[in-house]
């Protein structure tokens, strides 16, 4: 993946979307499942970085938005992180002890661990349900997640990476934060029009420090593994 071909990538992600929001202008069947276990955990790489002042002024807004909408699953501000590969789905208790191949798992991991990783021009996305904050990842990071994600494909730990995508992109060609999970179809009317006034923003840039962790769908709970 190369990083000037993400904007084309992200752009048509738009339009695509917004063809199916102007044929359903309601939010269609109610979710009665979660998008993930929201109770148990799963393994995933990434960083947690300081959040821009206008990330924290869109997500402020968006709060203010849907506040009394039940089905608004809205990021909470001290779980802002971008994934680097999301390893496993949510397989885990809390109190679980994990396999002992993670052994493995953490010796492919000291290669990249505490690497810093820049992700430029981060702007909204949307997808039928869902928005997300996405950007441009520097040529480094890019390389390091294709290494990474190949030395996790010849481990004992590929059959849960490619659980973990199904049918997806391997590895996914997003690089970003999920800010709203919405439990319908569709987000309603109000939420598509938060995302035109601002789909052409330039939220700023984000660096952090890569890190492998136990984590709750939405790095709410955000448990590092000691390399």
Known sequence: MKPFSLPDIYRSTNLNTLGL?????????????????????ALATGIKPCMPFLVSQLIEELNELTRDDPLADILPVHSFHFTFLPLTLPLYKANDRLPSKV???????????????????????ALPSQLLLAG????????MRQSFCEKILESEWKDELLMRHGNSPLPAPFWHSTILRYSAAFIPATVR??????????????VGE?????????WEKFDPLGI
């Open 21 to 41: 929001w102007a044929d359903n202008a309601g939010i269609g069947e109610i979710r009665e499942e979660n998008y993930y276990d929201p109770v148990k955990l």
């Open 210 to 218: 890569l890190t492998l962790a136990r984590i709750s769908y939405n």
């Open 136 to 143: 441009i990842p520097d040529e480094p990071a890019i390389a």
């Open 193 to 206: 029009e938060f995302f035109l006034e601002r789909q052409e923003i330039d939220f700023g840039d984000v």
């Open 103 to 125: 052994e493995q798992l953490k010796h492919i991991w000291a290669g990249y661990h505490s690497k810093m990783i820049v992700i430029r021009n981060l702007r909204l996305i």
